[in-house]
């Protein structure tokens, strides 16, 4: 059940929806403002704008959402594909103007690109720290030689400050439930990496990593590129 999808649809063919909690394994459920995924250039942060000014060649966009950054690296006149699991967030994307929206699934896609970008966390759909070694194994096959991946990701250690970390996982290895009118979808793994367990995992399966931008809150930007 597509619960994210039916809010997503629901603000964007009427302006307004129900609260869209996201319950999750470490606290208290919390509030999704859904006009967040919907903002323009005005309303991004500047980590943001610096990963899209970062793309170069042919872009892939993924976890895109309702295509908020597609759309702002078509304004540059990019040539940028968007994918999503959502299909009602592939079917908004179409509508508000993304050229190349299309419903799919990161691990079967078959295609090459110069910058691949994962924004809002997108990382985190790797889902655990083993998720993520996977990840940057297999995403190689989609990169042209020279090629780059984009994404920001958050240090939750704060979370912790009051309150023992786990010991049988990561840290930023959580769980997420979204419930909208009522109905709750299935629980998913999400992932938060700390900067030093990033550039660890991204050595050991080939990568250069480079710190591109710290916002000074625990959330940074980081490019990888392939080792030669």
């Known amino acids: ?30 509030e999704m403002p859904l006009e967040f995924f919907f903002r323009d250039d005005e309303d991004m942060p ?4 610096q990963a899209l000014h970062l793309c170069e060649g ?15 690296l078509q304004a540059f006149n990019m040539d940028v594909t968007a994918i999503d699991v959502s299909e009602a967030a592939v079917s908004i994307m179409k509508d508000r103007g993304v050229k190349k929206a299309i419903l799919q699934d990161i691990y ?16 985190g759909l790797t889902g655990t720290l083993p998720g993520f070694k996977t990840f940057l194994t297999d995403v190689k096959r989609l990169l042209n030689p020279g090629g780059q ?43 938060y990496i700390d900067q030093e367990t990033i550039k660890t995992i991204a050595k050991e399966t080939g990568w250069n990593c ?19």
């Open 210 to 228: 480079e710190l591109i931008f710290d916002d000074g809150e625990d959330q940074y930007l980081v490019k990888l590129t392939l080792a030669q």
């Open 46 to 49: 500047v980590l943001e704008l």
């Open 108 to 123: 079967t896609y078959q295609e090459k690109f110069d910058s691949i970008i994962m924004l809002m966390n997108g990382i």
């Open 149 to 191: 991946l984009i994404f920001d990701s958050s240090d939750i250690a704060y979370l912790y400050e009051d309150m023992p970390k786990p010991q049988n996982q990561y840290y930023g290895e959580v769980s997420y439930q979204y419930e909208y009118k009522g109905e709750k979808g299935n629980w998913f793994n999400w992932l």
């Open 58 to 72: 042919k872009v892939l966009d993924i976890g895109a959402g309702v295509g908020s950054h597609a759309l702002l």
């Open 1 to 30: 059940m597509d619960v994210f999808g039916k809010a997503l649809t629901d603000i964007y063919r009427t302006g307004e929806a129900d609260i869209l909690w996201l319950h999750n394994s470490y606290g208290e459920p919390e």
